[in-house]
Each structure stands twice: as C-alpha cells, then as structure tokens.
Nanobody, 115 residues
Framework: QVQLVESGGGLVAPGGSLRLSCAASGRIFSIDDMDWYRQAPGKQREWVATITRGGTTNYVDSVKGRFTISRDNAKNTMYLQMNSLKPEDTAVYYC?????????WGPGTQVTVSS
C-alpha cells in the first residue's frame, strides 16, 4: 500500500507562484507514472500533468509554459512548480501515483489564486 501526501498549497495573488510537493510512503517497490490533477468548485476533476519514471512529461494545454512537473525517484517525491498563476487555477490539487499497476491518490491541497 502506498500513501501520498500533498503539500505547498495556499493563497497567492494572480501572477504569483507556488510549488506543490507530493510525498509517497509505505510499501513501495517502484512507482511508475505520477500525475497531478485538480478539481475546481462545481467542476469535474481535471488532469494537469504527468511525469513518467524516466522523466518524460506532458501537460494540459492550459498550463503549458507556466507549470513544471518534476520528480525525485530516490525520495519518492513529485513536484509541481506553478508560475504566472491565474484565478482559474484555483482548485484542490491531487497527486496520483501508479505502483505495480495500481493507482493511489493523495487527499489534495487547496490552491487559491485571488487578489
């Protein structure tokens, strides 16, 4: 069983930056893909970015050029550097990890972009 915990969320003004972290713990053999998702109030959960174990990345169009996903395999930790934040980025951000073909989710961290 893998446990995930997100951190780094908070309140930031438009144009500001935040760095989210997702730390994995528990019985870990080898985490494969890791993802960030987000869910805004009244909306469905939306995929944001993916990073493979080898470091290949992919992003939803709305965050390309502003967000950067990265990971440290030795620490079983993933990051999301978010720059030039917009009010529409306001959401609960969730991390997801796939380990031995099973998906695991964190409880989420709130990001609010507001002046």
């Amino acid at each position: 069983q893998v446990q995930l915990v997100e951190s780094g969320g908070g309140l930031v003004a438009p144009g500001g930056s935040l760095r989210l972290s997702c730390a994995a713990s528990g019985r870990i053999f080898s985490i494969d893909d890791m993802d960030w998702y987000r869910q805004a109030p009244g909306k469905q959960r939306e995929w944001v970015a993916t990073i493979t174990r080898g470091g290949t990345t992919n992003y939803v169009d709305s965050v390309k050029g502003r967000f950067t996903i990265s990971r440290d395999n030795a620490k079983n930790t993933m990051y999301l550097q978010m720059n030039s934040l917009k009010p529409e980025d306001t959401a609960v951000y969730y991390c997801k990890a796939v380990e031995q073909y099973l998906p695991f989710w964190g409880p989420g961290t709130q990001v609010t972009v507001s002046s």
